[in-house]
């Protein structure tokens, strides 16, 4: 029995904002409160990704400025990996948070903004 957790919500899986050492997903299947210890760590790593990620915005700004060219080739290529990683991380919390959206009943789980044929998960 469940005890006041709706059966779709308990079985869902969490994706978690990290992957395994092959560099795939981990996910987590809790029991939908999103208290659990792991949860929690994973709510604690989303908020420091997501921190990063604003750090991160404001050093480009900076670096590039208003286009005065003072920015190096090396540290355009490093600033766009960065971006890169970040941009990925970003995705992933943006994945993870949507696939835990309340559905109401009736809905037909079409996403009205999603190219007919497009994957919204990719």
Known sequence: MFHGHDAATVGRPRLLP????DGNPCYLVGDGTGSSYLS??????ESVQLGM????????????????????????????????????DVHRIA????ARLHVPDGDDGECSDVAPGARPDS
Do not use: I, Y
């Not at 990290?18 to 050492?21: A, D, E, I, M, T």
């Not at 929690?40 to 790593?45: C, W």
């Open 18 to 21: 990290w992957s395994n050492l």
């Open 95 to 98: 994945r993870s948070r949507g």
């Open 53 to 88: 990620a604003d750090d991160l915005l404001s050093h480009a700004t900076d670096l590039l400025g208003d286009g005065d060219g003072k920015a190096t080739a090396p540290q355009l290529r490093f600033l766009a990996a960065r971006l890169a990683e970040s941009l990925r």
């Open 40 to 45: 929690r760590v994973a709510d604690n790593v």
